[in-house]
């Protein structure tokens, strides 16, 4: 079965300033999609960003970006130039690429609430 | 866009009663979940189905059903609600030839008295 951690309850950055939230999993999958969600105040959870294990270069998307780093099992996410509507819960989330009916299924990590301030 | 909604924001019922959460989405997408949400715990997966009329249990099945009898809806049942299920329900739905995202609805506040 595969884990997902955030050790990091809550963060806060000031607006503009880069901030990073951390991700660690545990799986003894070789092929396997890693994911952020973004969750604001009552608003629905989207996806921010995506990175298959297969590639070794991070994905980026505008302003954020991960760091991925397989042999540590470890996936961050850096934001950068904050903004107010950054603030949000954050959650890093796991799938296997195997195959099978439960293939398409996400494990979630606890959630990081980050608050960005003006 | 893709669109996933869910029968109610916020729902209170009683100990013992019975209750069904709906959810409906209109891509027409194969796969769909739900969660539940909890501080500290993050999303944890009750139920999904990958086709109608089929469903496999997720990590925390007990004290709940579901139902898919037409591709566009997917139904939770807590057959007799207790207060340890008090907590957000999240509904989530994928295309299977697409997996990489799930997409959500905003979720239902259930407390149960």
């Known amino acids: 079965a595969q884990t997902v951690t955030q050790s990091q309850p809550e963060m806060s950055v000031q607006e503009a300033e880069t901030v990073t939230l951390s991700c660690t999993y545990d799986?003894?999958?070789?092929?396997?999609?890693l994911f952020w969600y973004k969750q604001p105040p009552s608003r629905q959870m989207i996806l921010v960003i995506r990175?298959?294990?297969?590639?070794?270069q991070n994905a980026t998307e505008n302003r954020f970006s991960v760091n991925f780093q397989k042999a540590a099992k470890s996936f961050s996410l850096k934001i950068s130039d904050s903004q107010l509507g950054d603030t949000a819960m954050y959650f890093c989330?796991?799938?296997?690429?195997?195959?099978?009916?439960?293939?398409?299924?996400?494990?979630f990590g606890q959630g990081t609430i980050l608050t960005v301030h003006p | 866009d893709v669109k996933v909604t869910q029968s109610s924001r916020y729902l209170v019922k009683r100990t013992g009663e019975k209750v069904f959460l709906e959810c409906v989405q209109d891509?027409?997408?194969?796969?769909m979940f739900w969660y539940r949400q909890d501080p500290g715990l993050g999303l944890r997966l009750i139920y999904f189905?990958?086709?109608?009329?089929?469903?496999e249990k997720g990590d925390i099945p007990e004290g709940y059903s579901v139902s898919r009898e037409k591709k566009e809806r997917f139904s939770l049942i807590l057959e007799s609600a207790s207060t340890n299920q008090t907590s957000m329900y999240l509904c989530?739905?994928?295309?299977?030839?697409?997996?990489?995202?799930?997409?959500f609805g905003p979720g239902t506040r259930l407390t149960v008295t």
């Open positions: 989530a739905s994928s295309p299977t030839k697409s997996l990489y995202e799930q997409y």
């Open positions: 799986t003894s999958e070789n092929n396997y999609y």
């Open positions: 990175q298959e294990a297969y590639k070794q």
């Open positions: 989330a796991f799938r296997r690429n195997a195959g099978g009916t439960s293939y398409g299924k996400l494990t």
């Open positions: 891509m027409d997408h194969e796969n």
């Open positions: 189905s990958y086709d109608v009329k089929m469903k």
